[in-house]
């Protein structure tokens, strides 16, 4: 097994998908995962954090994408962490979700059933019946929206294409009320 350095650049071609959408490289023996990567596609992928069982990458330059990615029709896709599939077709959306409950009632469930098929919903943006913003920005330009990946880290959304549209207007109410009254948002950082 080749060690993997810090900032190396290698390349690679993804094999998986986690169940949180990461996609999963081998790269000198070691499984590698990496946003925004999907299945089939050949990157240049840029190590960036190594542990004893875990590394993470970055994709520095897509070589050959897939026939299933898509435009994110999401000005904050790839910044927030409110989605992970809006890269790739519904099509594959749906395969995705099918093989994560599969493997979450074997894995998890210890369960011998397996779902044959996901329903599809005609409605593929503004159907989340929860939201959860996070708040950040200040007193004066307060935002809402998702945090980073791995961060606390407020990536502002002025309205999340996944979410009720009733959502995004509270989330835009709370942010006008916080600015008329100069109410600054909790600071995990303070």
């Known amino acids: 097994m080749d ?18 959408a990461l996609g999963v490289f081998r790269i000198g ?4 995962f990496v946003r925004g990567a999907l299945p089939g596609e050949l990157w240049r992928v840029r190590i960036v954090k190594t542990g004893r069982t875990v590394v993470y990458g970055r994709g ?12 994110s029709p999401c000005p904050a896709f790839g910044r927030c962490g409110g989605c992970a599939c809006l890269h790739m077709s519904y099509e594959a959306e749906l395969r995705f979700k099918l093989r994560k409950v599969n493997d979450a009632l074997r894995r998890i469930g210890g369960l011998e059933l397996e779902a044959e098929d996901i329903i599809g919903s ?3 943006y503004g159907y989340r019946n929860k939201a959860v913003f996070a708040l950040g920005g200040s007193a004066e330009v307060p935002v809402s929206g998702f945090f980073r990946p791995r961060t606390h880290e407020v990536v502002g959304v002025e309205g999340c294409l996944l979410q009720n549209p009733r959502a995004n207007a509270l989330a835009a109410a709370v942010r006008d009320w916080m600015r008329a009254r100069g109410v600054a948002p909790y600071d995990v950082n303070s």
């Not at 060690?3 to 949180?20: F, G």
């Open 29 to 32: 023996g070691r499984a590698v």
């Open 3 to 20: 060690e993997l350095r810090k900032n190396e650049i290698y390349e690679a071609r993804c094999e998986a998908l986690t169940s949180e």
């Open 60 to 71: 520095e330059e897509l070589l050959e994408p897939s026939a299933e990615r898509r435009e």
């Open 122 to 124: 005609d409605a593929r």
